[in-house]
């Protein structure tokens, strides 16, 4: 833990001198309070690749501590600093030890505004919820806790009084959050961005909690805006009256926010099904059936015939965020690597789109829907996460493109993970060539024609495959 606890008082003295005067100022327009900075050490890291290596090198510490604890890059005395012109958030673990750091840009227009340390023998992400060791004791007392997605989120609500805050850290929200957040208390409130994907994000989240069995409410924040903002205006009572009071459930947030109502018949059964797709997994009879009364009532369809169909559900793997719901029954190899170029478009780096555009044929792509996706998305000029939403206008690629982004991807290595998809599509599209000249040949055998040249083909094809 020591050289995570010398980097934070680093990075945060930094943030309070000369060098962080910009980065101080950013978080002031932030309306984020100096006493709010220091009570969760937040830092800066300066632009040089070695202003932290340097600074603790000398500190005693094994080169083994250096390489796993996340900080750095390289190796030996070629180790430079991971995290480089980011204002800087310490994560606590339950101990109130730092045990990573998740780190912001705040002057340029670089996509990947967020980055955190990678899982180390200390930060494991599932573990861990960002500010729970100061929210612990009032999400006790409370006996609940309020979930968002940002730290800023976090320490926002902490300032304006709502002490019973979290978020996770730098990772999807998991089975093993869930368990770790029922050590704490049985009710959470979820408080994710009003945008698309941060409403999808919540749905998410809200069935794994509810899987957990903690029964998880969604406080409604206002189109487009995220907690800090919507707290900076009305501030940590205004918050609790139209937030917090106002909570709805899971279901209700869900059908509310499709529209279901003013749904067709057609549409209606989707979302059924993509509701009780989650129903299925829910263990506690109880709150299942709780679930399918409500769908009964809001559906018109009778509560008998709901149960007649979630057996069966059973059997089913709920539907794919990566998958059209009018593909085939499975994914198949392509289509797998066709989202995973999706995903890496919309999660990567500019060098990582900048290479799918060289190399990746949209013409490899076999399935219709994600051919089109892909050839729209590598379109888009990404800036924001929750702007690429609004390039699709189909309700269906809205819905996939949405399951996508919520997404964790920060654990991949994306530029391997580019190549293998790339070899996968073009490999399959080396396995159709083949089949085609394969039935070629058969005809020309059958007509007692040459089939040399076309015999060379396939070994040439199936040669370049082995290489």
Known sequence: YSIHELAAGLYHNTLMSDRGAKALDYLKTRGISIESIKRFKVGFAPESSKFLFNAVKSEGFERGTFEKSGLFGGSGPDFYDRFRSRIMFPIWNTSSKVVGFGGRVFASDDPAKYMNSPETPLYKKSDIFYGLHSARESIREKKYAILVEGYTDVIKLYQSGVHNCVAVSGTAFSDRHASQMKRFCSRVLLAY????????????????????????KIIQIPDKKDPDEWVSEIGGDGFIEKGVK??????????????????????????????????????????????????????????????????????????????????????????????????????????NREWLKTNVDSNNIENKRLKMLYQKI???????????????????????????????????DLEQMSRECVDTLSQGNKKEQIQRYRQELKRLESEGKETSELMEKILEIQRDMNE
């Open 246 to 351: 106002k909570a709805i459930g899971l279901l209700d947030f869900q059908l509310l926010t499709s529209n279901f109502a003013n749904k067709s018949s057609s549409e209606k059964s989707a979302i059924v099904s993509d509701i009780l797709s989650e129903v299925k997994d829910i263990d506690d009879p109880i709150i299942s059936n709780a679930f399918i009364k409500k769908l009964a009532d809001a559906s018109g369809v009778e509560e008998k015939e709901i149960k007649r169909i979630l057996p069966n559900k059973r059997n089913l793997k709920s539907v794919s965020p990566d998958k059209p719901q009018n593909s085939a029954s499975s994914l198949t190899v392509n289509d797998k690597a066709a989202i995973g170029l999706i995903k890496v478009f919309m999660h990567g780096s500019n060098d």
């Open 378 to 412: 590598v379109t888009v000029d990404i800036k924001e996460h929750s702007s690429i939403i609004s390039h699709f206008d189909n309700e269906e690629d809205r819905r996939i493109i949405t399951k996508m982004l919520v997404d964790d991807m920060s654990t991949i």
């Open 193 to 216: 961005d009003g945008d698309t994907a941060g409403v999808a994000a919540a749905i998410k989240t809200g069935y794994a909690l509810t899987k957990g069995g903690i029964e998880s």
